[in-house]
């Protein structure tokens, strides 16, 4: 309690902190002795450093003074053009009616929680689920309800049966969120079956779904990407799919730079409520990442970066052998950041990360990303950011911490 909580709006009282932030906190405070394995930050020495000192020299010249200035609440027009060359490279169609730029893809998660959820909705996500989505919809005072995955994505049957409980009970069910391509923090990469079978049930029982796309192009040596990661948006024929996705994971997270793409009538009152956000863009940043495309820079990103976070990959789980043996289990992840582990009978992850902490080394709990109270028995580790020599070390640590934790899951 405050002094100042009597002047709080009810959502004021209500909002919800994201974990991954409180998780920033701990290590900026803990400086450079502790080992994280909870940022899912792309690693900077796979920046295009000396690209961006070219693009910004130019632009800061001096020559173009538009370059400083104020840029449209929808976006530098000529990179929304290069974004539908994306789009267009991954199977996706659209005019300019349906893109926007965001600043990052948690602000077309806010936009879509402002402009398409009302106060007592429910919204469907997986089981687990990106902590970004669940505090920007709970934010929206709706009612998160989660659907199991399996091993090739969210179960489609549990899915209808779980929309059709909570319509019978009065709920307004519009939104399904999915992170398909090498899930946060799952892991996990959507069967191509089942997207096809999403965007039938999607038109089916009248849903729309929030397709969140950072990781697509991030694949690894045994994914086809054109097939294996193509959008549901690229097969969306009747308007369900809002497509997020951003030039974070391939360029560099500091331009906060992302983009949706939805019918017109959504992206038109996405414009609209972005209006009072920020009302313009940041047009630097937005150059900078236009100049990058233009000039083959994003293009020449991928190959590297899959090659840079498969080795931290293989690293990561041949460390986690080495030090546990088959007490921690998970799925491979086939490409992005993140490995789901699941912990050995009587360890709980709460517990294990104050052990952790002690010991050196900081990861995410799992119950951060489940909206129905599991995922004690998980933990998300990244290998994005940590170098090798960090892999090793914190799965070290992390190793001695589970040795002293004794205490059984709640």
């Known amino acids: 309690m405050t002094a100042y909580d009597a002047f709080l709006s009810p959502l004021g009282r209500n909002l919800h902190e994201s974990v991954l932030r409180r998780m920033g906190q ?58 539908l060359g994306v789009l267009d490279a991954r199977g996706i169609e659209a005019d300019l009616s349906q893109v926007m730029t965001t600043s990052g893809s948690q602000q077309g998660l806010d936009l879509t ?46 899915l209808d049966v779980v929309c059709l409980r909570e319509r019978a009970a009065g709920a307004r069910v519009n939104l ?27 038109e089916r029982r009248n849903v729309l779904i929030v397709e969140d796309d950072p990781y ?45 793409a939805a019918p017109a009538p959504i992206v038109e009152r996405f414009d609209t409520a972005k209006q009072s956000m920020d009302l313009m863009c940041g047009i630097l940043d937005q150059r900078v990442v236009q100049e990058s495309i233009v000039r083959g820079v994003l293009a020449r990103q991928a190959a590297p970066l899959r090659a840079l976070y ?30 789901w582990a699941k912990l050995p009978d009587g360890y709980e992850c709460e517990t294990l990360l104050a052990k952790a902490l002690e010991q050196g080394v900081i990861f995410v709990i799992g119950s951060a990303f489940c909206v129905d109270g599991s995922g004690h028995d998980r933990v998300r580790l990244s290998f994005s950011w940590p170098t090798p020599e960090n892999i090793r070390e914190g799965a070290r640590r992390l190793a001695a911490a589970m040795q002293r934790d004794t205490v059984s899951k709640p």
């Not at 693009?55 to 449209?72: C, H």
């Not at 709706?142 to 659907?147: F, S």
């Open 176 to 202: 399904l969120y999915l992170v398909p391509n090498f899930q946060n923090p799952a892991g996990i990469l959507l069967g191509r079956a089942k997207r096809a079978r999403l965007l039938e049930w999607a």
């Open 26 to 83: 701990v290590i900026a405070s803990r400086g450079g002795d502790l080992i994280s394995f909870a940022a899912g930050y792309p690693d900077p020495t796979g920046f295009p450093w000396d690209d961006f000192r070219a693009i910004a020299g130019e632009l800061l010249s001096g020559t173009d003074g538009s370059v400083l200035q104020y840029g449209p609440t929808r976006g530098y027009r000529p990179l929304l053009e290069s974004i």
């Open 216 to 260: 697509g192009d991030l694949y690894f040596e045994d994914v086809a990407r054109a097939e294996d990661t193509r959008p549901l948006k690229a097969d969306d024929r009747d308007g369900r799919v809002i497509y997020l996705s951003t030039f974070s994971k391939t360029l560099a997270p500091g331009f906060r730079v992302a983009w949706v």
């Open 310 to 339: 498969r080795m931290r990959r293989d690293i990561m789980e041949q460390t986690l052998r080495e030090q546990f043996g088959g007490r921690l289990t998970w799925i491979q992840p086939r490409g992005g950041f993140f490995l």
């Open 113 to 158: 929680a402002r402009v398409l959820i009302a106060p007592g909705d429910v919204v469907l996500v997986e089981v687990p689920t990106y902590t970004g989505a669940i505090a920007a919809f709970r934010n929206a005072q709706c009612r998160l309800v989660g659907v199991r995955q399996e091993a090739d994505g969210i179960d489609v049957e549990e």
